[in-house]
């Protein structure tokens, strides 16, 4: 494996390793690790029961368990200075990688039926079926795409810096 997390396989096939856990909307890495006591109050206040605690005890959300609705009850319920709704729910959009169906001659639209903010659209290509296309300004990274996708070819990346735009891999 390489030190980015993905090793060439993985890579070449569409497979992606999720090198650093996505934690619950509204909370940061550094906040996690300072501040987290580790007590599962908001594993228990996911009403989508898509929270986890990992091997150190800190909170990760597992997006093929389902999709964050930003309720906020995971924040509600955190007794510790974890979680700041000043900034970005998610610092992380889709991106959609090389074992996505249609780009391999498979029809399938799964990832933008689920997605709520209809950020995934499909374009029209001819001898194939249409290819998905993520605009990044409107991709929330709620995970409906991750959860809905039945080639696990979408995974939560970084924002990439403003004017970049994201799309089929």
Do not use: N, Y
């Not at 906040?31 to 005890?57: F, K, M, N, Y």
């Not at 709620?142 to 039945?150: E, L, N, T, V, Y």
Request: with cysteine; hydrophobic share 40%.
């Amino acid at each position: 494996m390489s030190a980015s997390g993905l090793d060439r396989r993985k890579f070449l096939s569409g497979r992606f390793v999720v090198e650093h856990p996505v934690r619950p909307p509204w909370s940061r890495e550094p906040a996690i690790a300072s501040a987290c006591s580790g007590c599962g109050a908001c594993v228990e206040a996911c009403p989508q029961s898509i929270i986890a605690l990992d091997g150190r005890r800190k909170p990760f959300v597992d997006f093929k368990a389902g999709e964050c609705t930003f309720c906020g009850s995971c924040a509600d319920a955190c007794p510790e200075p974890v979680f700041d709704r000043a900034v970005a729910p998610f610092p992380h959009i889709a991106i959609i990688g090389q074992a996505c169906f249609a780009g391999r001659g498979i029809v399938c639209e799964s990832c933008g039926d689920a997605c709520p903010e209809s950020a995934i659209r499909f374009q029209m290509r001819l001898g194939g079926p249409a290819l998905p296309s993520l605009a990044a300004d409107r991709c929330t990274g709620c995970g409906a795409c991750i959860a809905a996708c039945p080639a696990d070819a979408i995974a939560a990346s970084p924002v990439e810096p403003a004017g970049m735009e994201a799309g089929h891999a």
